[in-house]
């Protein structure tokens, strides 16, 4: 009996609120009242509600410089790849004006003295300061590379052949775009030191001065590979190179 | 107190993030699990209960919908549920087996207030924030199974 007496009540609550809950819900739509109650009720919960705010604005702000940090990475990444294709776009266009300029004024110089006992190292041509020979200038033959100049006066100049063991210039195989270092052995060789092994180098692939030599501009024919000289332990292979010139015989040379 | 508390919890929540996200009603939670726990069998205790629940939503409302009734109606209804479902089982037989009963009553604390205002105003992102509502509220319910049952083996 006092169970269902208590049920009934339960019930009857229950109800009761349910009305008072449609009634509010009813009401409380079109007046105004409502709006200064929601209002105060916001207004005291603004006081606990207070450390969430603050955390929550920290956390926004964290996620915002996060953002901003990566947004700036991708900026600095952008500017470097813009930075490295204007170097490369500079590079190309000097190259060119080197070009134009060698273009526009091949001249060609006698080889007055190449000497027994440096044989393979040096020549000297009838060319010198008052003809605009300058240190480190390209000297051809045959349109091949044959060496630099490495020392001027005032009418004559010496040149460093390819076939000087002193000799170093990068260069590349244009095949494969494969980076190494064209020196001479002093005995008449060239060679291309440097290039990682097995990255299938054939002989006939040709090979010429590379962009990041600093004097000589790149693309300058130097000959081709004649063979593999020496496989070192270290990973890197030795090729000899064929100069395109005839580094025997030539009584001038283009500069 | 523990109500009070458990309201105050859920508030903070909710505007900590700022409505990205729907917080689970930890306040019908804490009420429902006070119901279950009890075994006295006193009348008070449910009364207690229907108006805890009307005060809870109206106060929920005025906060966070500006029309007091949405929760209101949902909180009073669960609470009604629960009491009518949990009268039917005897007291002696509430402390094994009761599982399965439990979560369902707790579930529906989490699925009955915001399908209300969902189902009176629609809209597609009401039906998203409260299906994420019940997904987040799942950790929270079996939490509540975990200490309930805890309490029951105890109480053995």
Not at chain 2, 28 to 54: C, K, P, Q, T
Request: hydrophobic letters at 45%; charged letters at 20%.
């Amino acid at each position: 009996m006092d169970n269902t007496r208590n049920t009934t009540r339960e019930w009857v609550h229950g109800l009761i609120a349910l009305i008072l809950g449609l009634f509010l819900l009813g009401i409380s739509s079109g007046m105004g009242v409502m709006k200064s109650i929601v209002d105060l009720w916001g207004s005291i919960l603004s006081i606990p509600e207070y450390p969430a705010v603050i955390m929550r604005e920290m956390f926004i702000e964290w996620r915002s410089w996060s953002r901003d940090k990566n947004t700036l990475n991708d900026e600095v990444r952008r500017l470097r790849n813009e930075n490295a294709k204007l170097r490369l776009d500079l590079a190309k266009f000097n190259s060119e004006k080197i070009y134009e300029s060698s273009d526009n004024e091949i001249r060609t110089a006698r080889v007055t003295l190449r000497a027994p006992m440096s044989w393979w190292s040096e020549i000297r041509i009838d060319r010198g300061e008052q003809d605009k020979i300058t240190q480190g200038l390209p000297v051809f033959s045959n349109g091949y590379l044959i060496g630099r100049v490495s020392s001027v006066s005032l009418m004559s100049s010496w040149a460093e052949l390819i076939t000087s063991p002193s000799f170093m210039i990068p260069a590349v195989i244009e095949e494969t775009r494969e980076l190494g270092v064209v020196a001479g052995d002093g005995n008449g060789s060239v060679l291309l030191r440097y290039i990682p092994a097995g990255r299938g180098i054939k002989t006939g692939m040709k090979v010429s001065t590379a962009m990041i030599g600093e004097q000589v501009p790149p693309g300058l024919p130097i000959g081709q590979i004649s063979g593999e000289f020496a496989a070192g332990v270290d990973g890197y292979t030795t090729y000899r190179i064929e100069p395109g010139a005839d580094m025997s015989r030539f009584y001038t040379v283009s500069y | 107190m523990t109500l009070i508390i458990l309201w105050l919890i859920q508030d903070l929540l909710t505007v900590f993030t700022g409505g990205a996200m729907q917080i689970p009603s930890l306040f019908m939670l804490g009420l429902v699990y006070r119901l279950l726990i009890d075994d006295s069998n006193d009348e008070g205790v449910n009364l207690w209960g229907i108006w805890s629940a009307f005060a809870g939503g109206v106060l929920w409302d005025l906060r966070w919908i500006g029309i007091p009734g949405f929760f209101t109606l949902g909180y009073v209804v669960v609470v009604l549920a629960v009491i009518q479902v949990w009268g039917i089982i005897p007291p002696q037989g509430r402390s094994s087996g009761t599982g399965l009963i439990v979560f369902i009553l707790m579930e529906i604390s989490q699925l009955i207030p915001p399908l209300l205002p969902v189902l009176i105003l629609g809209g597609s992102a009401g039906w998203r924030f409260f299906l994420m509502q019940q997904v987040y509220s799942l950790p929270a319910i079996l939490f509540c199974i975990y200490i309930y049952n805890r309490k029951v083996r105890n109480r053995k």
